[in-house]
């Protein structure tokens, strides 16, 4: 089956950048999904279609694509931001959803 | 004020069944594609399945596919998930969750409702 795979960590200091990847086969062929999840919490969506930004969600938010891998760039990182995020996107036929394993963003 | 509030959760043994429930309000229900994904204790998102609009199209992830039955009933704003043959790996909070804002994908998500497996 299909799969995404994300790194299980990163760790930065406040102020500087977060690059979490992901990376699948599909990917050039379907867009990508990112959501932030905090303890106890639902996920949020915070970047959708590879790069766009939904209503509410920080600029220091962004997304981008290259071949067969997608990256969330967080800018400026606050402390606010350390949560777990996930990819998401589907398989080649569109009719599977698939999730990245997660990655835990550590602000030091 | 859009709202999806799932119910249905609780202890089962395993082979055993449970039937979810999302109630939905703030919106028109039957417009709207719906899905559930599902995440275990200390584990990561899973999606589980979906259901177009008019239920014309309904898909499920292989680990559930032949146990889960997606379904809903647009008079009365709810989704369902019937999970039948229950395993100790189905151990999760499920969540409904649907594209409202048009971003392609989960944009709404409810707050979860816990179902565990256990003897």
């Known amino acids: 089956s299909y799969e995404l795979t994300q790194p299980p960590s990163v760790s930065v200091s406040p102020g500087q950048t977060a690059r979490i990847t992901c990376s699948g086969d599909?990917?050039?062929?379907?867009?990508a999904y990112w959501y932030q999840q905090k303890p106890g919490q639902a996920p949020v969506l915070v970047i959708y279609k590879d790069s766009e930004r939904p209503s509410g969600i920080p600029e220091r938010f962004s997304g981008s694509s290259s071949g067969t891998t997608v990256t969330l760039t967080i800018s400026g990182v606050q402390a606010e931001d350390e949560a777990d995020y996930y990819c998401?996107?589907?398989?080649?036929?569109?009719?599977?959803?698939?999730f990245g394993g997660g990655t835990k963003l550590t602000v030091l | 004020e859009v709202q999806l509030v799932e119910s249905g959760g609780g202890l089962v043994k395993p082979g055993g069944s449970l039937r979810l429930s999302c109630a939905a309000s703030g919106f028109t229900f039957s417009s709207y594609s719906m899905n559930w994904v599902r995440q275990a204790p200390g584990k990561g998102l899973e999606w589980v399945s979906s259901?177009?609009?008019?239920?014309?199209?309904?898909y499920y992830a292989d680990s559930v596919k032949g146990r889960f039955t997606i379904s809903r009933d647009n008079a009365k704003n709810s989704l369902y998930l019937q999970m039948n043959s229950l395993r100790a790996e189905d151990t999760a909070v499920y969540y409904c969750a649907f594209d409202y804002y048009g971003s392609g994908t989960f944009d709404y998500w409810g707050q979860g409702t816990l179902v565990t497996v256990s003897s």
């Open positions: 259901i177009s609009s008019s239920s014309s199209y309904i």
């Open positions: 599909a990917l050039p062929k379907q867009y």
């Open positions: 998401q996107s589907a398989d080649s036929s569109g009719t599977h959803v698939v």
